[in-house]
């Protein structure tokens, strides 16, 4: 089994267009972020873990051949965004994908989407199928999740470990008893947004200490905008353990 980081950056902190900041002139291709997503690959199906506005272009870059299930964290946007690219896999597949999200997400779906849901279906629009996610571990792709729910401000939001593999992005808060549900991960991904302080998000000191105290072997850092540096430079302060994650990396599970 692999994971494959499909995009680790933010929609939060990207300058305008023919910006010559450090990020935008670098030339290492680490520091090209789009929208957060990861694949997840078995020798039975492909899932992936949200759809950015970017997904399309994190397809085609990585030859995603099929689409099996999506599970998503929350509704924002820069998580949901690439929902209408899936025609293509529905196309080929000639099957509906089946989407895992909470109660909150799935109406703000109706309200984003409301071809894909309406009775009276124009043909060619994305076709899914809606689970309704409420918290309890399911199984989906050959693999079983266990969601982890965390908080990003005041909204929730749904992070996801299988096996031994724990994802979370858009938090800055987690509860007692929903760190009992990642202990013992072997590989934490984890929201670093930037240096200074965040409302909503770890900031990158506050996601060191969250690794130190939940004390995976390995930990990958995600959601990185802009204000946090780059690449090269951050990762050289970061302890032996902990990653930047980018775009295209895959990790062998």
């Known amino acids: 089994m692999k994971v494959t980081f499909l995009g680790t950056g933010t929609s939060q902190g990207v300058p305008v267009i023919n910006c010559s900041c450090a990020i935008c002139a670098s030339i290492d291709y680490r520091d ?3 929208r957060t997503s990861v ?5 039975a199906s492909n899932v992936i873990i949200d759809c950015g506005p ?13 689409v099996d ?3 998503f964290t929350h509704e924002h946007k820069d998580h949901v965004g690439g929902l209408d690219d899936i025609r293509p896999f529905n196309y ?3 099957s509906e994908i089946p989407v895992y999200a909470c109660k909150r997400v799935i109406e703000h779906l109706k309200l984003e989407y409301p071809y894909i849901f309406a009775e009276t279906k124009y043909p060619g629009i994305p076709k899914i199928s809606i ?8 199984r989906t792709g050959g693999l079983d999740f266990t969601p ?3 908080m990003h401000h005041k909204l929730s939001v749904w992070g996801y470990r299988f096996k031994d593999f724990t994802y979370i992005t858009d938090a800055n808060h987690i509860e007692e008893s929903e760190k009992e549900k990642i202990a013992g991960s072997k590989i934490l991904v984890l929201n670093a947004l930037q240096i200074d ?3 909503s998000h770890f900031n990158l000191e506050q996601a060191i200490g969250m690794v130190e105290e939940l004390k995976p072997e390995m930990a990958y850092f995600t959601h990185i905008s802009h204000r946090l540096g780059l690449h090269q430079e951050i990762s050289s302060q970061l302890p032996d353990n902990v990653f930047l994650a980018y775009d295209g990396l895959t990790l062998d599970l």
Request: glycine share 2%.
């Open 32 to 34: 090209k972020r789009l």
């Open 39 to 43: 694949l997840i690959q078995n020798d």
């Open 54 to 66: 970017d997904f399309r272009q994190q397809a085609l870059t990585q030859k995603i051949s099929r």
């Open 69 to 71: 299930a999506m599970v």
């Open 92 to 94: 080929q597949q000639q």
């Open 131 to 138: 689970i309704e996610m409420d918290g309890q571990p399911f």
């Open 148 to 150: 982890i729910k965390v």
């Open 197 to 199: 302080p965040h409302i």
